[in-house]
């Protein structure tokens, strides 16, 4: 910008090489996203939910017992309502179970929860499954 004699400014006429190079530079980014994300949504299979757990944590509380896990939806769709149960086995036989409901657990992504029971798990095998969920 320039300052003539009589206090205007006065823009050059022509624009820089910086303002061109910016320009094209977020043109080929936008054009770039836009692209990626549709390749994305069109090549992306729907595979159904796939689910699998891992106990984190066994705790003592008020009460009961908590046994604290992961849920891990490998799948590219998400899983509404998924209903995880888990069961205290002892010789085979089972000697409690008890249900949690996740709202949903997101497509290619992790949620954490936890299962209360009256018993102590102790040395005891605890198996916790999903056994159920709906489409969102």
């Known amino acids: 910008m320039t300052t003539t004699a009589n206090n205007r400014h006065t823009e050059a006429r022509e624009p820089r090489l910086i303002e061109w190079a910016t320009g094209v530079v977020s043109a080929i980014l936008v054009v770039a996203m836009i692209g990626w994300v549709g390749y994305e949504a069109w090549m992306d299979e729907d595979m159904p939910p796939e689910f699998s757990i891992a106990i984190t944590t066994r705790t003592q509380v008020e009460g009961g017992y908590r046994v ?7 799948a590219t769709v998400t899983a509404a309502a998924v209903t995880v149960r888990g069961e205290i086995l002892d010789g085979g036989n089972m000697v409690e179970d008890a249900d949690v409901t996740f709202d949903y657990v997101p497509a290619e992504s992790k949620s954490s929860g936890a299962i209360l029971f009256s018993q102590d798990p102790g040395a005891r095998e605890v198996r916790i499954r999903a056994v159920g969920y709906t489409d969102p």
């Open 68 to 74: 604290e896990f992961d849920i891990a939806n490998k």
